[in-house]
């Protein structure tokens, strides 16, 4: 039998399904009745309840024929909008994807009813399957090529729903990267990424937790790919958009905890995905759109202190990292301000290493025992007379007054950040 595509009369909608069934899985991109009347054609021709499922195994269309084959198995699918999973029916799918033509498949428990599938493709790439249940006879050559008919025909379908989703993606990333650098009037976007009225937007921040050379490589698109996937299924209204090596997500009305919960989830299930560790930064949730710029150097912020080594937190807010944030910036202003530096702290570091002595090593283990002698001393590993000794040679080869607070401070700040150096 040879399938032609069309779609349902007008008014017709999705059908409906076994008692308590919802009508239509949501999100199908306009072609929700084009699936639905395409699984009532094929199942027409069987005999038996069909159903067509994307490769996550969520069933997108089924068929209502009255009268056709089902049983608990595809009643659940259709109820749960997913198939149950089993690791015997985990083959099966692979079993079915692999192959080019229809595939029988036994029955895994004494109620199911025997069924035939074929993967549905665009080319060399799987889109998904359609199964159906067999009819009061078995499969013949007719109901096959139905079959494969219908898998034909749901691959345009699902292909036009793809493209779709895409373009709708990518505008919207378009438009929060616009946000992000402050272009473009605020009621624009804010039109642009369907948000609500008076939205309190929160911005995360992902990152691999490692980089090679290229620190905007493949670690980083697979992130945005991973990403626009998961948050297309777990928060309805998210904006994605990958800007350098960071993909940002704005999640248009969310409190703190609520945005760090849903960091923490994303952070795991994306690092099993992509099995590689990642970063989060939770930014502060923004007043309006005109606050984002500010929101993403909070989380750029953030993701330089998570990134710099191992032992940092996986989901950090500004509050968990404060003091590294600020320290961050004092080097950055030291770097693009060298005459900023006490010139006595750069003098102590060179006859160091000129002349093999300890001095700076001494002043930071004083300043971070908050001027106890003794404590430092003990850290350093030498009597408290000999730094007593060393601070004071301090203040006479290179003119650091430990005794003023405010030098005191400059000098630690100067010495707790090396790379400031020229």
Not at 65 to 87: A, C, F, S, Y
Request: proline share 8%.
């Amino acid at each position: 039998m040879e399938m032609t595509e069309s779609p349902n009369p007008p008014g017709a909608g999705p059908p409906p399904g076994p008692a308590g069934a919802p009508s239509a899985p949501a999100g199908l991109g306009g072609t929700s009745e084009e699936l639905f009347a395409l699984a009532n054609a094929v199942a027409a021709v069987i005999g038996g309840s069909v159903a067509i499922e994307d490769l996550d195994h969520r069933v997108l269309a089924y068929s209502s024929i009255p009268g056709q084959r089902i049983d608990e198995l595809r009643r659940r699918g259709i109820l749960e909008r997913r198939v149950p999973e089993d690791p015997e029916q985990l083959r099966q799918y692979r079993e079915v994807l692999g192959a080019r033509d229809v595939v029988r498949l036994p029955v895994l428990a004494s109620d199911e009813l025997p069924r035939a599938a074929a993967a549905v493709r665009a080319g060399d790439l799987p889109l998904g399957t359609i199964w159906a249940i067999e009819g009061e006879s078995r499969l013949d050559a007719a109901g096959a090529r139905a079959l494969l008919d219908g898998a034909r025909l749901a691959a345009l379908h699902m292909l036009r729903r793809r493209s779709s989703a895409e373009l709708e993606l990518r505008a919207r990333g378009d438009a929060l990267r616009a946000a992000l650098r402050g272009d473009g009037p605020a009621q624009e976007i804010r039109f642009q990424l369907a948000l609500p009225e008076r939205p309190r937007p929160a911005l995360l921040g992902f990152t691999p937790a490692a980089y090679g050379p290229d620190r905007t490589g493949p670690a980083v698109v697979r992130l945005a790919d991973a990403a626009a996937r998961h948050w297309a299924a777990v928060h309805h209204g998210a904006a994605v958009a990958t800007v350098g090596r960071t993909v940002y997500v704005l999640l248009p009305q969310a409190g703190p905890d609520e945005a760090r919960r849903l960091a923490e989830q994303a952070v795991a299930a994306l690092g099993r995905t992509l099995d590689t560790p990642l970063r989060a930064a939770v930014g502060r949730s923004a007043d309006d759109l005109a606050e984002l710029p500010q929101r993403r150097a909070e989380v750029d912020d953030i993701l330089r202190v998570t990134t710099a080594g191992p032992d940092t937190p996986a989901v950090a807010a500004l509050t968990d990292v404060h003091a590294q944030v600020l320290l961050l910036h004092c080097a950055d202003e030291l770097a693009r301000r060298p005459h900023l530096r006490h010139p006595g702290i750069e003098a102590m570091r060179d006859h160091d290493r000129a002349r093999d002595t300890d001095y700076a090593a001494s002043v930071v283990a004083w300043l971070d025992a908050a001027g106890n002698v003794a404590e430092a001393a003990q850290r350093l590993t030498v009597h408290p007379n000999t730094l007593k000794y060393r601070l004071r040679r301090a203040n006479d080869l290179f003119g650091i007054d430990l005794g003023a607070p405010d030098v005191r401070l400059s000098c630690w700040l100067q010495l707790r950040l090396p790379a400031t150096r020229p």
